[in-house]
T-cell receptor, first 115, second 115 residues
Framework: NAGVTQTPKFRILKIGQSMTLQCTQDMNHNYMYWYRQDPGMGLKLIYY???????DKGEVPNGYNVSRSTTEDFPLRLELAAPSQTSVYFC??????????????FGPGTRLTVL | KNQVEQSPQSLIILEGKNCTLQCNYTVSPFSNLRWYKQDTGRGPVSLTIMTFSENTKSNGRYTATLDADTKQSSLHITASQLSDSASYICVVTSDFTGGGNKLTFGTGTQLKVEL
């Protein structure tokens, strides 16, 4: 099992450009999440999904969009990139949300810089 | 406001020494508490999970404690190794009646183990 994979690992964007961060998991998890991690801050939830076709906003959704057409894939779209979106982005998945099932498995992250 | 505070922010110890990391939380309702290890450039990986009724849980050289009355947890690392150099993140889960939950992440303790 590859677990959770993310592409690209690094990306530099110019202000106003758009891009999609890819995330795939092979553990057949229903729950998937996107976080951003800023220096010295805890992970912040951007969007999450409880299954294919169902997504919802987290704490910091502005400037982002997601889709979940399959169980495996959960891409994050950045429209009109801004310097404030410079961060490290992590995708995660879990089998459930209660007790032992709420262990989240994280991808390796995408380091995004917006100049 | 739900918060998870970790101390110290950073710590340097010599290989072979023990150390203890602290986590204080004000999250309510409380469902469980996890400690994650995040190696540089990687996503977090779960080390332990503790529920309300558990006081101590070990995972190899890692021992987590929980005092639900004082809302404090600690992670003790015994006989540290260079590979223990990482950020250790405390995460508290709140489960809500009717489904759904919220994870509150601490900002992490950066541990460096030196020769």
């Amino acid at each position: 099992n590859a677990g959770v994979t993310q592409t690209p690992k690094f990306r530099i964007l110019k202000i106003g450009q758009s891009m999609t961060l890819q995330c795939t998991q092979d553990m057949n998890h229903n729950y998937m999440y996107w976080y951003r991690q800023d220096p010295g801050m805890g992970l912040k939830l951007i969007y999450y999904s409880v299954g294919a076709g169902i997504t919802d906003k987290g704490e910091v959704p502005n400037g982002y969009n997601v889709s979940r057409s399959t169980t495996e894939d959960f891409p994050l779209r950045l429209e009109l990139a801004a310097p404030s979106q410079t961060s490290v982005y992590f995708c995660a998945s879990s089998a459930g949300t209660s007790g032992l099932y709420n262990e989240q498995f994280f991808g390796p992250g995408t380091r995004l810089t917006v100049l | 406001k739900n918060q998870v505070e970790q101390s110290p922010q950073s710590l340097i110890i010599l290989e072979g020494k023990n150390c203890t990391l602290q986590c204080n939380y004000t999250v309510s309702p409380f469902s469980n508490l996890r400690w994650y290890k995040q190696d540089t450039g990687r996503g977090p990986v779960s080390l332990t999970i503790m529920t309300f009724s558990e006081n101590t849980k070990s995972n190899g050289r890692y021992t987590a404690t929980l005092d639900a009355d004082t809302k404090q947890s600690s992670l003790h690392i015994t006989a540290s190794q260079l590979s223990d150099s990482a950020s250790y993140i405390c995460v508290v889960t709140s489960d809500f009646t009717g489904g759904g939950n919220k994870l509150t992440f601490g900002t992490g303790t950066q541990l460096k183990v030196e020769l």
